[in-house]
C-alpha cells in the first residue's frame, strides 16, 4: 500500500515536469517563430525600402540617321519623380562630367574613333549615393579623303548645300589676283557623279568669293577685291542656264564678308566699319539696313573689322578682330532688340573663317614663319554650350594652307590653296578622321 503510494507521487512530479518542460519548449518555439516572421518581416520592409529610393536604371544607344557621328545616349530609370542624373563620357581624349545635376534623361554626343563609354548616376532624395550604369559604344572611322575638284592654279570657294547637292565657286588664280568665275553643282546622291558646271563668266571680275548662300533656288555670291570693289550677285540655280545678276556694288565704301538668311532677310556684316546689316529678299533692290556697328568707329587704328559670320537659330556669331580684343567672336542674339554684342573668347590666334556644325564653332587659324608669311593651317573649335569658352584643336597641323571649309552631314569639304606645291583642291574629309 505504501508503495502504490509512492509511486503515484512520483508518476505525477514526472508529469507535472515534463508537462513544465513542454510547455517551455512551445512557448520558445513560439517565441522563436514569432522572432524569425519579425526578422523576416523587416527583411521584406527594408529590401522594399531600397527599391522605392533606388531607381532601376537601362541605357539605350541610338544613331543618327543622316550623321553616323552622333548618337543619343538615352536613360530609362524607374523613378520618375526628383530624380537627377550626371553624365559622364570617356573616349581616346579622356573623361568628361557633362551633364551634372539636372533632369535630361538622354546626351547627344559627337563620337570620336574607337570605343566611347558612357556612364550615368541617377539620384533621388531617398538614394543620394545613385545608382551607376554604363554602356559602350564601338566607333570606326573610314579616314578616306575624297578629291571632288582639282585644277591648276584654281581657287575653291567653300561648298553650300541645297537639295541633296553641292555647290561651288571656282575661279583662276593670276599673278596680282583671283578673276573669272564659275559655278559648279555636285549631286551628293549619286556616288558615281562628277561636278557640272552651270555657269561660267570668263570676263575678269576682279575679285574672289568671300561667301554663298541660298534663297530658295536663288545662290548669292559676295565677291570682294581688297582695292577694287566689293560686290554681291545672284545666280537662279532653278534655269537651265543661268546668268550671273548683280544686285549690289559697294565700289570703295566697303566690303561684304560674311551672308545669313533668315526668312526673308539676309544679315550681312561688312569688314570696314564692322557693321550688321540686314536686307530685305522680297524687294526688288537690294538695299543695305544698318542695324549695328561691333567696336569703336574711330580712331581708325582702333576700330573694329569683322571677317566673317554663321547663325545658330536667332543667334549669330561673327569672327572680327580689333586693337583692345584681338581676334575674337562675338555673339548677337537676333530676339534681343537692342542687339546688344557679347565677345565669346577675345584674343585668338589670327583666323579668317568660322563655321557652325552641331553646338560647335570652328575657326581656322593661321600658322605663320617668322617673315609673318601664311605657311600653313590648324583648325579649332568652341563649343556655344560652354559657359567659359575655349578653343579645342581639332586634328593636326596643316602644312599647306586652307583656303576655306564648310560642313555637310558627317563631312567637312575643304578648300585647299598651296601655291608652294601647286595643290589646288576642293576636298571631302570625314569629320571624324579630324
Avoid at 556612364?119 to 579623303?145: A, L, Q
Avoid at 578629291?147 to 592654279?153: F, L, Q
Avoid at 561673327?318 to 577675345?346: E, F, M, W
Avoid at 564653332?361 to 593651317?377: E, P, T
Wanted: charged share 25%.
Amino acid at each position: 500500500m505504501h508503495t502504490n503510494t509512492q509511486s503515484n507521487s512520483f508518476s505525477q512530479k514526472l508529469f507535472i515536469q515534463l508537462k513544465a518542460k513542454s510547455t517551455l519548449f512551445f512557448i520558445t518555439k513560439i517565441c522563436l517563430l514569432i522572432f524569425t516572421l519579425v526578422i523576416t518581416s523587416c527583411s521584406k520592409d527594408d529590401d522594399v525600402n531600397i527599391n522605392q529610393s533606388c531607381a532601376e536604371v537601362s541605357l539605350k544607344v541610338k544613331e543618327d540617321e543622316n550623321d553616323k557621328t552622333k548618337v543619343t545616349v538615352e536613360a530609362t530609370s524607374s523613378i520618375t519623380d526628383g530624380i537627377t542624373y550626371t553624365w559622364k563620357v570617356t573616349d581616346k581624349n579622356g573623361s568628361k562630367e557633362v551633364v551634372n545635376g539636372n533632369s535630361k534623361g538622354s546626351i547627344s554626343w559627337q563620337l570620336e574613333e574607337g570605343e566611347t563609354k558612357f556612364c550615368v548616376t541617377v539620384k533621388t532624395s531617398d538614394c543620394t549615393e545613385g545608382v551607376e550604369k554604363c554602356i559602350t559604344y564601338n566607333f570606326s572611322c573610314e579616314n578616306k579623303k575624297e578629291i571632288i575638284d582639282s585644277k591648276p592654279k584654281a581657287v575653291y570657294s567653300k561648298p553650300v548645300f541645297k537639295d541633296g547637292y553641292m555647290y561651288y565657286a571656282k575661279q583662276q588664280l593670276n599673278f596680282l589676283n583671283i578673276s573669272k568665275l564659275a559655278i559648279y553643282k555636285l549631286n551628293l546622291t549619286d556616288k558615281n557623279a562628277t561636278p557640272t558646271q552651270i555657269l561660267n563668266v570668263e570676263e575678269n571680275i576682279f575679285g574672289d568669293v568671300k561667301d554663298l548662300v541660298f534663297k530658295d533656288d536663288i545662290l548669292y555670291i559676295s565677291l570682294a577685291h581688297i582695292v577694287l570693289h566689293s560686290k554681291v550677285f545672284k545666280v537662279d540655280t532653278s534655269v537651265a542656264n543661268p546668268t550671273l545678276v548683280e544686285v549690289l556694288d559697294l565700289k570703295f565704301k566697303n566690303q561684304i564678308l560674311g551672308m545669313n538668311v533668315k526668312g526673308n532677310d539676309m544679315y550681312s556684316v561688312s569688314m570696314l566699319r564692322a557693321k550688321l546689316y540686314k536686307s530685305d529678299l522680297t524687294k526688288t533692290t537690294f538695299e543695305l539696313d544698318e542695324l549695328t556697328t561691333f567696336g569703336k568707329k574711330d580712331p581708325f587704328e582702333e576700330r573694329t573689322w569683322t571677317l566673317d559670320m554663321v547663325s545658330k537659330g536667332n543667334e549669330l556669331y561673327i569672327l572680327a578682330r580689333s586693337k583692345a580684343d584681338g581676334y575674337h567672336v562675338i555673339k548677337v542674339d537676333l530676339n534681343d532688340a537692342s542687339l546688344t554684342p557679347t565677345i565669346i573668347i577675345s584674343n585668338m590666334k589670327e583666323s579668317n573663317s568660322i563655321e557652325l556644325y552641331g553646338d560647335d564653332l570652328y575657326l581656322l587659324f593661321k600658322n605663320k614663319d617668322a617673315a609673318d608669311d601664311w605657311v600653313g593651317n590648324w583648325i579649332g573649335k568652341i563649343n556655344t554650350l560652354d559657359s567659359a569658352s575655349s578653343i579645342d584643336k581639332v586634328g593636326e597641323d596643316y602644312n599647306f594652307q586652307l583656303h576655306d571649309f564648310s560642313f555637310h552631314n558627317e563631312f567637312m569639304f575643304i578648300s585647299i590653296l598651296d601655291v608652294s606645291e601647286s595643290k589646288y583642291e576642293l576636298v571631302k574629309v570625314p569629320l571624324c578622321s579630324l
